[in-house]
């Protein structure tokens, strides 16, 4: 199983608290890295960050729960309209400087590992948090693992005020297995 989180600690309520996590590369699903920053894992013409997602913000309405394998599981539904842009109203998880600072300006890819007791759809949005993001992008999940990729075009940044990706799991109670950033260039 991959995991998302590394030392990652849980708050009174039983969700994650503010702290520094890591992702394991989809490359390899082998044991999870320590909590120092993310350095790039360097592919032919790419850069894949694991370990680069710095800490969790978990929104009125959402619940959350870390796993032993350190993957987080997250229920609930938000009302009305989600914002996808800022830190995001979902469940957010702000990226580390370094992913900020390669991802402005460039073509991104997300890898997104989810599973889910129910079959449905939620969603994923990329914010930079200052000049733009993707809006709410649409994935299926389901009681197997899977494996969801988006393409996004980062604007370049102006100040760097924190990069982050939302998850809106749109009343489903998902598991979050992995997520990757991979910077593949200028678009």
């Not at 360097?42 to 850069?47: D, K, S, T, V």
């Not at 997250?74 to 990226?95: C, D, E, I, N, Y």
């Not at 991802?103 to 200052?130: D, F, K, M, P, Q």
């Not at 494996?147 to 940044?157: I, K, L, R």
Request: with cysteine.
């Amino acid at each position: 199983m991959w995991k998302l989180f590394s030392g990652g600690k849980k708050s009174k309520a039983g969700k994650p608290a503010e702290s520094q996590a890591g992702a394991v590369s989809l490359a390899d699903p082998g044991p999870a890295p320590s909590a120092a920053p993310a350095p790039a894992v360097q592919l032919p013409g790419r850069e894949v960050y694991s370990g680069g997602l710095e800490k969790v913000i978990v929104p009125d309405g959402l619940l959350t729960e870390l796993d032993e394998g350190g993957c987080v599981t997250v229920s609930g539904a938000l009302p009305g309209r989600v914002a996808s842009g800022g830190k995001t109203a979902g469940l957010s998880f702000q990226v580390s400087d370094a992913v900020e600072l390669a991802a402005s300006g460039n073509r991104i890819r997300i890898h997104l590992v989810t599973s889910s007791e129910t079959a449905g759809e939620a969603y994923l949005a990329y914010s930079t948090n200052e000049v733009g993001n993707s809006g709410w992008m649409a994935f299926e999940t389901g009681p197997e693992a899977r494996v969801a990729v988006f393409e996004y075009d980062v604007p370049p940044m102006k100040q760097g005020l924190g990069d982050f990706i939302g998850i809106n799991p749109n009343g489903h109670r998902l598991t979050i297995r992995s997520i990757n950033v991979e910077v593949l260039g200028a678009p």
